[in-house]
């Protein structure tokens, strides 16, 4: 289902400054797009779960308005399919999952464009890299959208 509401990262404390924000297309949509705006509205990216493959290994594809498409997947199978069966057990699925997943985002050349690490923690803690490949280099800003739509996104 998608996440109707918009979400919106703000420069200050007081929420009067917004940087960017993400919001689903679509209401009902398994597979929905997300699109990443400015602070005008103007798109600066979008992300999508592919619904298919993510019944394995979540996948998720992420584009720019340059015409940079690339797909992210949970980087280890096993822990993947781990997920999936402790989600399965009765009453232990509503434990929450005791393995770390984390995530890689890959151009069309197999070239690593975001990088999602969950650290160990008490609390939700990301390391979350954006190299440049060719002297290209994702949007922060839609790096960081697709970083915290993973943490909200991915029932877990």
């Keep these: 289902m998608a996440f109707k ?3 919106t990262f703000f420069a200050d404390e007081a929420k009067t400054r917004p940087v ?4 689903a297309r679509s209401r009902m949509d ?16 979008w992300f999508r779960k592919d619904f298919g493959k993510s019944l394995l290994r979540s996948t998720w594809h992420i584009g720019t308005p340059d015409g940079f498409q690339g797909m992210g997947q949970e980087r280890n199978q096993t822990v993947a399919v781990l997920r999936r069966i402790w989600e399965l057990i009765p009453f232990v699925g509503e434990i929450p999952v005791p393995w770390m997943f984390h995530f890689d985002f890959t151009a069309a050349d197999g070239s690593v464009v975001l990088s999602s690490t969950r650290k160990p923690a008490l609390r939700d803690v990301y390391e979350i890299e954006v190299p440049s490949v ?3 280099q994702l949007d922060w800003r839609v790096a960081a959208a697709m970083a915290v739509a993973l943490d909200a ?3 877990r």
């Design 5 to 7: 509401e918009q979400v």
């Design 20 to 23: 960017f924000g993400f919001k």
């Design 30 to 45: 398994l597979g929905a797009t997300y699109d990443v705006t400015d602070p005008q509205g103007t798109a600066i990216g």
């Design 134 to 136: 060719n002297g290209w």
């Design 153 to 155: 996104l991915q029932s």
